[in-house]
């Protein structure tokens, strides 16, 4: 155990975080189980640590960060040590890498009724179940999804400035008010093409190659996460079909699935064509683009890379300026808004506002649609500057 804080306070007091994230705002932290989802390299480590630098004294011995890769967690069950843990004084358990251990679930409900005075706090890969009806987490644990870096987020992290984020509903109704509190401090555009190459995952602020390390994340989400998700059930031998698919995919986005000539390309079935999909998506490698009142299984009407950083990573090719709007567009507003695909123009947002996204207007203007264009700096009246949609967050 003495080794165990010695490395939480060891971790937190060399935290170094140049921004907040704003998911630390949106938690209710009163829930005594919490889980953190979140795709490889988005930060949920630096989270975890984060909350304890925030809430507790470095030597404050009432929160522990743990990370299950510990080999001692193969000889310590779970519950045993949450038992001590909370014996000797312990508050708040913060464990990351959950789906490392087995039979996490079943322990975590245990410790929940259990140890009513003990508050845990986990951090996992995005395609955990946890609210799955089948789990027995299911009625206990709250989860949030901590995403990566918005571009106004970004824009913190590059110009030491704060500022606010916006619901859609201001933007839509406010943007020309909006946007002169913004551009006045920075100029947005300067920056976007930075943010879609390199700015969605904070590793880019370490001191590596990051193109390297974002194919290597992207491997290992396929390689581990989602091996882990499907209980092992994909044999190692179909991994190369997965990345071959994930590959096809990222080559032809924006594009409707031709799921036969996928499953002749991959050599395998429509069936399991269909099924890699979903782990893609549920990975987050991969957005799916439904009209409205359809969803998985059905094919879906487009499919997207789940931010513009995996389109730079992936193609080898130059990345088309219009899928990189595109792109960009349904990974901001995807994370609060329900998106489908539009009738009319490219997305459907709530069901309600719809949107054409590109560089220009294209065509007749639609006095019915909002226009989200990239190369301005502001707007008027229905005309949104497509930067502005990257302060949702």
């Not at 508050?91 to 009724?113: G, M, R, S, T």
């Not at 581990?224 to 990222?250: H, T, W």
């Not at 506002?353 to 590109?358: M, N, P, Y």
Request: aromatic share 14%; charged share 20%.
């Amino acid at each position: 155990m003495d080794s165990l804080y010695a490395t939480h306070q060891y971790l937190v007091e060399h935290l170094d975080l140049p921004i907040r994230r704003k998911l630390m705002d949106e938690i209710d932290w009163k829930d005594r189980l919490i889980g953190i989802k979140g795709s490889r390299g988005v930060g949920k480590t630096s989270f975890l640590l984060q909350y304890a630098k925030e809430n507790f004294g470095l030597w404050d011995k009432a929160c522990l960060y743990i990370n299950l890769n510990n080999f001692y967690f193969t000889v310590k069950t779970l519950k045993d040590f949450a038992n001590e843990f909370q014996m000797h004084g312990g508050k708040v358990l913060l464990i990351d890498q959950i789906f490392k251990y087995p039979n996490w679930a079943e322990e975590l409900a245990y410790c929940y009724d259990q140890f009513p005075k003990l508050k845990i706090i986990f951090a996992g890969s995005s395609v955990l179940r946890l609210k799955d009806e089948h789990s027995p987490l299911a009625d206990k644990v709250v989860s949030y999804n901590l995403r990566g870096f918005s571009l106004r987020e970004f824009l913190e992290l590059q110009t030491g400035e704060t500022f606010d984020s916006y619901i859609l509903n201001d933007i839509l109704e406010h943007h020309t008010e909006i946007t002169p509190t913004i551009t006045s401090r920075v100029r947005p555009l300067a920056y976007v093409n930075d943010y879609c190459h390199h700015g969605f995952y904070p590793f880019h602020l370490e001191k590596r190659n990051f193109s390297e390390n974002l194919l290597k994340t992207m491997n290992m989400m396929l390689e581990v996460d989602v091996l882990i998700a499907q209980n092992n059930q994909i044999e190692q031998s179909y991994l190369p079909k997965l990345r071959k698919l994930l590959y096809m995919l990222s080559v032809t986005a924006p594009s409707s699935p031709n799921v036969s000539q996928l499953s002749l390309d991959i050599a395998t079935s429509r069936a399991t064509v269909t099924n890699y999909i979903k782990y893609l998506r549920d990975a987050r490698l991969i957005n799916l683009l439904y009209p409205v009142d359809e969803e998985f299984p059905k094919k879906p009407a487009q499919i997207y890379l789940q931010n513009p950083n995996l389109l730079y990573a992936t193609r080898m090719i130059d990345v088309p300026q219009q899928t990189l709007y595109e792109t960009f567009f349904y990974n901001q507003v995807h994370k609060d808004y329900k998106v489908n695909m539009s009738p009319a123009h490219q997305f459907l947002v709530d069901g309600v506002h719809d949107f054409a996204v590109g560089n220009k207007i294209v065509g007749k203007f639609d006095p019915d649609a909002y226009y989200a264009i990239s190369s301005i700096e502001e707007g008027e009246r229905k005309v949104i500057p497509l930067w502005l949609l990257g302060f949702l967050y």
